[in-house]
Nanobody, 119 residues
């Protein structure tokens, strides 16, 4: 599975931003594709994931209600919609894939995309 994240940037507090993750590979129906972030000096944090075949979603506690994930089946792309952004959301955001998420050792990672939220 190959993943390529994009859409990061510099925004102001209260803004919204949508990240994209282009997904390719075989047997995608057996995978979950999710989003993590890592801020400087902090551990990587699970945000959200979507089950590829069913299209159902689940979320980490930190961003539940502000962030949502979805996918475009025609484009094999997963999105992370982020609303009401706060400076504390500043981090490198990654998309990832495995047979379930989160887990201690995730098999596939995309490159990160930087999100910076100014106050």
């Amino acid at each position: 599975v190959q993943l390529q994240a994009s859409g990061g940037g510099l925004v102001q507090a209260g803004d919204s931003l949508r990240l994209s993750c282009a997904v390719s590979g075989r047997a995608l129906n057996s995978y979950h594709v999710g989003w993590f972030r890592q801020a400087p000096g902090k551990e990587r944090e699970f945000l959200a994931a979507i089950r590829w075949r069913a299209g159902t979603t689940y979320y980490g506690d930190t961003v539940k209600g502000r962030f949502s994930t979805s996918k475009d089946n025609a484009k094999n792309t997963v999105f992370l919609q982020m609303n009401s952004l706060e400076p504390e959301d500043t981090a490198v955001y990654y998309c990832a894939a495995d047979h379930d998420l989160p887990r201690n050792s995730v098999r596939y990672w995309g490159q990160g995309t930087q999100v910076t939220v100014s106050s």
